[in-house]
């Protein structure tokens, strides 16, 4: 059993790198920004809470991140193992998690905050919620919408998230060193950080990650 956790700023690619990871190793994806968005979708009380604390780019209380998080972890079958995405955030939720699942590697996607602000503020997504599909107005990345502002699978209008937006980016990029760098550092001490250059193609960093899942095996 392999309890995972892949860190690394917004737009570092941990969404291919997570879903490379959790197919071929069979591990259970807990995003907690997944998680904090289809509560506040059900709009709950919570819910609203939530969307306040993301929109205005800061951190959800550890309180209420935990019971979450815990909610989904003691609904998911065990056994597998679990890849933590967006947790922990800093060194009190680490070593809440610590206590309870014992970590077997910390994968770090490294990119710098100027290639993380690029990526960011060109994401577009489709506005309708059962089709979601994202795109990018800048060359790299996500692909470009075949017409401009309107989405190729199913017409609807796209739209730029609250969170993408320049501003708040700079102060989750500015929130990613001071409370997050942190964590990397307290799992570097006990040798479970992996440092992955995420500014390389998919395929380049995936033979990184079997390497590593086949030296861990």
Same mark, same amino acid.
């Given at each position: ?24 190793? =069979? ?110 107005? =800048? ?34 990029? =500015? ?34 990650? =079997? ?7």
């Amino acid at each position: 059993m392999m309890n995972i956790i892949v860190m690394g700023k917004q737009a570092s690619g941990k969404g291919t790198i997570i879903e490379e990871l959790t197919r071929k190793h =069979n591990l259970i994806h807990l995003s907690t920004g997944d998680l904090f968005r289809e509560e506040f979708h059900k709009g709950t009380k919570l819910g609203i809470q939530l969307q306040k604390y993301m929109h205005e780019g800061q951190l959800v209380p550890d309180d209420v991140t935990i019971k979450i998080l815990n909610d989904r972890i003691s609904k998911e079958k065990k056994g597998t193992g679990f890849l933590f995405d967006g947790f922990p955030r800093d060194i009190e939720q680490a070593k809440l998690l610590d206590k309870q699942i014992k970590i077997s590697k910390v994968i770090y996607l490294n990119i710098d905050d100027k290639l993380a602000i690029h990526r960011i503020t060109g994401r577009r997504i489709c506005s309708n919620d059962k089709c979601a599909k994202t795109y990018s107005i =800048n060359p790299e990345g996500f692909p470009k919408p075949k017409k401009e502002g309107i989405c190729d699978e199913c017409g609807t209008k796209l739209y730029q998230r609250d969170d993408d937006k320049e501003e708040i980016v700079k102060e989750r990029l =500015n929130i990613f060193k001071e409370k997050t760098l942190p964590v990397i550092e307290h799992y570097k001490k006990e040798g479970l950080v992996v440092e992955i250059d995420a500014t390389r193609k998919p395929e380049e960093i995936f033979v990184d990650l =079997n390497n590593i899942f086949t030296t861990a095996s």
